[in-house]
């Protein structure tokens, strides 16, 4: 049988648990598969393109046990009253070829970035940031939040987004769990006086929501939402200004940020900085730049925390997803037992 | 909401409507697809290859339905109660990039292998085959014979298999349904007088369980179990003796028993022949080989079919996969609603 988390289990389990501790918890995960991140199975995701959008499958493998998760990017769903993306995943047991997990990660995926945004910067923002810019307050932004809370302790909240209703949902949802936040006018309002700056939009395009004049000395970037071709975030100027850090570097250099720089663009690949073989921020006023895309990796990390975290819990149920006859030559006999031809 | 069809369901299905009149039906689907052949996006499957065995997602989509499986091969498997092969499969609209149908597809593969190879006998085979030999008589033995009969009336089997007990399963699985099952001595004894030839073994080698010697003219040869690296069971010498025809060429050239052959050595792929680019047999005395692998875009027919077939049938359920917030910006606030702290 295989375990299965569907929408409502999920919500329960999250509500229950808070998220603000399940991404503190999934930053422990995450940085176990860091650490050992040259022992895994790493391909570039396999997308679908149309022009409505993009449909994903992200696998990974640690030899012990393989993950996938199915993702959907459509940048037009929100007006059509669906989410941009939504998201399943799965386990399975390298030994035998089984599944034994899936689950829905719309939700988990949502904790699964914030806490790798939360990892990153806990490594490598000025370990005394209060304040975080947060440009863009759709759906990823309360995560956001809750993670450089849980990494950095980060409390004070500066916003910007050209949709003024999603300022107010941010409001609404964050301010009640003991944040100060100040609705900005403008992105450059936004981030005067940040010690990181997140942003996160949803446009397809190559935008320019920051300019080298906006990014003050030892500024923490965490650059979430360029991660495709075609939609960046950053001018490029910002990129060269400080350090460029990326999850799995191939990847990144078709969908992060770094598209817009010369194939040949330093970068540092942040497992290196987390298991001593690069270095991280060398002085307070460098700037250090995320260029976040997400990997397969993270996925890994967060089914296997969310598995371990169900364990003995109510939030599960066993689906039949495989047959497994008892004569594993016979399959035929499964579908014949119950044939009125069947002897 | 996304329908699920579970094991119970599925042999529930599959007995009421019955293995080989689903057969007969999916190979309508199969052609249909085989004939639009052109309009798939097609990708090698990628695979997850370890000591054990191998995981493989196989996607494709029609830019109106997206679809993949997840499939594995443990060849140590049923020594140890499991199945060698098992899988499941998933169809998503591209619209909106939600998933809308998950599936067991262990059962399902079994009988889209063995449609796909009746498509493919119905259109190579001489028409007047009345007697197959079958070399394997494992779990694709009975779903086999039933599409053969299903696309050309093949009722007279000459079966062998190095292991006495599949064979005797076999003959008790399909005796009772009608048809002349002749127990061989040899693979060489078997093949005598067939008009179609199906391998279909396990061990993961370069085998040769047929030589050229022991094909007549005018056979059929429905190459099955020659399906990834390593893993043949023709002699070369028989795949020169007649026209060889695939799925999808590159893939075929890495997994099936062309592997065996220089990367030059022509093929025809079947969709050519169906859709009337190529030509099938030429005449009674001509030699074709089937040099199956099994590709996606089958298991997309597959699903189409499965998925049109149960509609207003009790055998799915609806789970709840992916979160669809009222409002696509708040996804926090599925979580935060159900919270202590939620406003």
Known sequence: MTRFVDVQNMI???????PE???????CYLEDDFRRWESFDKT??????TPFGVIELMPTSDHETYGFKYVNGHPANPARGFQTVTAFGVLADVHNGYPTFLTEMTLLTAMRTAATSGMVAKALARPDSSVMAMIGTGSQAEFQALAFRAALGIDRLQIWDTDYAAMEKFVRNIAPLGFHVTIASSAADAVRGADVITTCTADKVNATILTP??????????????????KTELHAGILTMGRVFVEYTPQTRIEGEIQQMPADFSVTEFWEVLNGRASGRSSADQITIFDSVGFAI??????RYLRDSIDGSPYFENIDLVANPDDPKDLFGLVNVLSPLGS
């Open 12 to 18: 329960r389990w999250a509500a229950e648990r808070g």
């Open 298 to 303: 993270e996925d890994f990390s967060a089914l």
């Open 44 to 49: 570039a995701r396999v997308a679908s393109h």
């Open 213 to 230: 004049d906006l990014i003050g000395p030892g500024v923490h970037i965490n650059a979430i939402g360029g991660d495709c071709p075609g």
């Open 21 to 27: 501790r399940i991404m503190s918890e999934m930053i």
